[in-house]
């Protein structure tokens, strides 16, 4: 089946740098892509709709400037938290609408774990 | 998009039946029941979905009302291994570019 390879699965990074996560789709191409993050104990809050070759479109309330996505290619999107704090420490988690559409289900990647120190 | 209800919490016994409801009385004509669960720490994990007929695969039952108004997912044996968070979610109405946008589902906990 459908393959989303998600990386790092955790990274530590102090106050004020960037982090990049990557989101690939293994086997199959993505035009679009969902970037989602998720609070303790709290359900999946989808963030971000990624767009191939096209800018990201972005749920209200969440900052496109400190978030910024790219998907550059079939298969890659990133998101970069920009000047990250402790409060943007999460699991961000993305996914990707199977090569067969509706039909096929989103395959998720496996998330990754963000702490900001 | 549709609305879903699902019970916040339930427990089976290992090797039992676990039978999940959930309630999208608000479904569209064109929109899937998706079920996804999602494993502590872990991204969510596909496990089925049906638009009108019952499903069955590898994992699991999907028992959709004639109204689909409501379904039933059914885990046939519980295991230890199958203590999650369960989402029913309607898909989206749009044939693409459109996520899946989650609910608060039903933490199965399975014990022996």
């Known amino acids: 089946g459908a393959v989303v390879s998600q990386h790092p699965s955790w990274v530590i990074c102090k106050s004020g740098t960037s982090v990049k996560i990557e989101c690939r789709s293994l086997d199959f191409q993505a035009t679009t892509m969902f970037w989602y993050r998720q609070f303790p104990k709290q359900s999946l809050m989808l963030m971000a709709t990624s767009n191939e070759g096209s800018k990201a479109t972005y749920e209200q309330g969440v900052e496109k400037d400190k978030f910024l996505i790219n998907h550059a290619s079939l298969t890659l999107s990133t998101l970069t938290v920009t000047s990250a704090h402790p409060e943007d420490s999460s699991f961000y988690i993305c996914?990707?609408?199977?090569?067969?559409?509706?039909?096929?289900?989103?395959?998720f990647g496996s998330g990754t774990r963000l702490t900001v120190v | 998009d549709a609305k879903t209800t699902q019970p916040p919490s339930m427990d089976c016994a290992e090797g039992r039946a676990a039978n999940l409801p959930c309630n999208h009385s608000t479904i569209s004509g064109n929109e899937y029941v998706y079920w996804y669960r999602q494993i502590h720490s872990q991204g969510p994990q596909y496990i089925i979905h049906?638009?009108?007929n019952n499903e069955t695969n590898e994992m699991a039952s999907l028992i959709i009302t004639e109204d689909r108004k409501s379904s039933t997912l059914i885990l046939p044996h519980a295991t230890l291994r199958d203590t999650a968070v369960y989402y029913c979610?309607?898909?989206?109405?749009?044939?693409?570019?459109?996520?899946?946008?989650f609910g608060k589902g039903t933490t199965l906990s399975v014990s022996s």
């Open positions: 049906g638009l009108k």
């Open positions: 996914s990707a609408l199977g090569p067969g559409g509706n039909s096929d289900g989103y395959t």
């Open positions: 979610i309607p898909s989206p109405p749009n044939q693409a570019g459109t996520a899946l946008i």
